[in-house]
């Protein structure tokens, strides 16, 4: 049962990470059924100022050995560049093979990764971060389409505040949906949420070359609501179909289809977050032809449905 949990501190100090396993485990929720928490706040240097690199600072008052009995250790952010030092990951390392469960937040994936305990295991990570995690452990499986991932006894947490959904999985698991219920209502937060990271995930356009593909891409950006065929992009490129399809594929990093569907589907987020014209006419707007295509390829692509997304992000309300 899950009653002690450590936090492990590092330099720059991720504040807010911080603050989220702190806002689950560390205040006192008795009054609302919530068991109490023991958290332990533990850095290779303890009683030294641990700065964030924006002005604040968080002081450990224990050492790294008190996390080794504990129930649960958490690396709420850290250094994603450099080699964590070896004394972490030695904690880490040990509290997993007492059969401890361990939790990052953000880019504290990078330490738990450092340890070799994901290699050949699902993580995640903050999407900005995903690829330089891949490249820096390569033996990790990486999949920034997550809020979180469970590799029991790890669970790794996306950007920032995944982390609050992270954490109130495991008390779910450790204590019952009615505890991390509680903990959610006194936190003003769902006690789950749907989708993923990919409903924040910005798609900027590639830098391509006014001579090779920029100016095709502008094209394409200009009239998204028309239809636009390879065959009719390879005519104005003056390239056959085929080898448009591959240049394309070679400068842009992706095929025709799949890129105009995205810049399609970004289209009618802009739409859904900024106007409160109907799903038809967003539809139409973006190149989908029907709010069917549109709720296929917008699921396909963000993770959860048009409505949905208006709902969470929309600035109007509507009557669709």
């Known amino acids: 049962m899950l009653r002690t949990v450590a936090v492990i501190v ?8 911080y603050g989220v396993v702190h806002e689950v485990f560390g ?5 609302d ?7 332990l706040i533990c850095s290779p240097t ?11 600072s968080i002081i450990a008052p224990l050492p790294l050995s008190a996390a080794l009995d504990a129930d649960l250790v958490a690396i709420p952010g850290g250094p994603s560049d450099g080699d964590p030092l070896p004394e972490v990951l030695d904690v880490l390392r040990t509290v997993a093979a007492r059969g401890g469960r361990l939790l990052s937040v953000c880019t504290g994936a990078f330490t738990i990764a450092a340890t ?13 971060h995903g690829e330089k995690l891949t490249a820096r452990y390569p ?70 070359s006014e001579d090779g593909f920029g100016a095709v891409l502008a094209w394409m950006l200009e009239n998204l609501a028309d239809d636009i065929s390879v065959p009719a992009l390879a005519a104005r490129s003056h390239m056959s179909a085929r080898t448009f399809a591959r240049r394309f ?17 970004l289209h009618a987020q802009n739409m859904l977050e900024a106007t409160d014209i109907g799903i038809e006419e967003v539809a139409e707007r973006a190149g989908f032809g029907s709010a069917t295509l549109l709720r296929h390829h917008f699921s396909a692509v963000v993770g959860v449905s048009p409505t949905a997304y208006r709902r969470r992000f929309g600035c109007a309300v509507t009557t669709d």
């Open 46 to 56: 303890t009683n030294v100022p641990l700065s964030s690199g924006s002005g604040g």
């Open 116 to 128: 070799g305990l994901l290699d050949g295991k699902r993580c995640t990570t903050h999407w900005r």
């Open 249 to 265: 594929v070679d400068e842009v990093g992706t095929t025709p289809h799949r890129w105009l569907t995205e810049q399609r589907v």
């Open 139 to 208: 033996n990790t499986v990486v999949d920034t389409d997550v809020l979180f991932v469970d590799e029991f006894p790890i669970v790794t947490s996306a950007g920032t505040a995944a982390g609050i959904d992270a954490c109130l999985h495991i008390v779910r698991q450790e204590h019952g949906p009615v505890v991390a219920n509680a903990i959610a209502r006194r936190m003003v937060v769902p006690p789950h949420r749907d989708g993923g990271q990919r409903q924040f995930v910005s798609a900027p356009v590639p830098d391509c």
């Open 33 to 39: 059924g919530v068991p109490p928490f023991e958290l």
């Open 27 to 31: 205040l006192d929720r008795t009054d």
């Open 10 to 17: 590092q330099e720059p100090v991720a504040l807010f990470e």
